[in-house]
């Protein structure tokens, strides 16, 4: 009877989550279904019922986790809460990827500091192999004192970056100017957290305090919402507007100038040092 029950109940909660990616609709995921747990032993846990989930790194290792299923195309939302405290040297990495030698990739990088000093949002986009499309930002609250939203959506015409829904960067589909896009290759979502204080706290100055360790990052809400086929199907808020639709509205365009004023510290498309020659043709 209770054996009946539960797998019928399993039956009954699969078909709701066809039903709801047939309908175009988010899927709000448990960690235990959609996630593996990949390497760092006991540093990487899940938990709450499968409703959290947490990266640890010590003296001795970091941890990871990665998606079961690939996606190709989405939105796909993620809330975390970042290692706190003296966090220098220490990288959440938080990103969409292909896998081989041409793989496509679409990078959070979480920059851990000193107590009282801010963390560097790295992010970078590859397509065919190929990175060096970096852009930083400092965030405008402190991201490990509460959960926040950090958002990818990932479109034919675009990848927009989003913080808490406001849009931080945008990559525009370039084909017709030659430049690679991903849009043939399914991605798999992957987060680590690793020791990186060789080069992430300004070049290496800044050591990790293993006196502090283990250090923790939290995860909760993941969700992935497909992008609709059609127009008349789109729902869901975007800096509330439709971020189905295939152009930032007025109001996402004014938040996303405002971080891009206020927030970014790097920007790879006004490095002159690096680009002698010319800036990327994305940058045009
Ligand atoms: C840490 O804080 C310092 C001082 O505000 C800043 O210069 C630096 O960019 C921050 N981030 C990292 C990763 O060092």
């Not at 990487?44 to 941890?63: E, H, P, R, V």
């Not at 809330?79 to 990078?107: C, F, R």
């Not at 006196?211 to 800096?239: H, I, L």
Request: glycine share 10%; proline share 4%.
């Amino acid at each position: 009877m209770g054996s009946f029950s539960s797998s019928s109940g399993q039956k009954l909660a699969i078909c709701m989550v066809e039903l709801a990616v047939l309908m175009g609709v988010a899927y709000g995921g448990n960690f235990y279904q959609d996630f593996d747990l990949t390497w760092g032993g006991q540093r990487a846990k899940i938990f709450g019922g499968g409703q959290m989930l947490s990266l640890s790194l010590d003296k001795t290792s970091g941890s990871g986790f990665v998606s079961k299923k690939e996606y190709l195309f989405g939105r796909i939302d993620m809330q975390l809460k970042l290692v706190a405290g003296n966090s220098a040297g220490t990288v959440t990495a938080y990103y969409l990827s292909s896998q081989g030698p041409t793989h496509d990739e679409i990078d959070f990088e979480f920059l851990g500091n000193v107590s009282g000093d801010p963390y560097i949002l790295h992010t970078n986009v590859f397509t065919q192999g190929k990175g060096n499309r970096e852009q930083q930002f400092y965030l405008w609250f402190d991201p490990t004192r509460n959960f926040h939203t950090y958002s990818i959506i990932w479109k034919p015409q675009h990848i927009t970056f989003l913080v808490d829904n406001t849009p931080i960067r945008v990559f525009n589909n370039a084909e017709n100017r030659g430049v690679p896009f991903p849009k043939n290759q399914a991605m798999r979502i992957y987060s680590s957290l690793w020791n990186a204080d060789d080069w992430a706290t300004r070049g290496g100055l800044v050591k990790a305090d293993w006196s502090k360790a283990p250090f923790t990052a939290y995860y909760r809400k993941f969700q992935v919402t497909p992008v609709s086929s059609s127009r008349s199907r789109s729902s869901g808020e975007f800096a509330n507007g439709d971020w189905q639709s295939n152009a930032l509205d007025a109001n996402a365009r004014r938040r996303l100038r405002w971080v891009q004023k206020n927030f970014m510290i790097y920007n790879y498309c006004t490095d002159l040092k690096r680009f002698p020659q010319g800036f990327p043709t994305e940058c045009k």
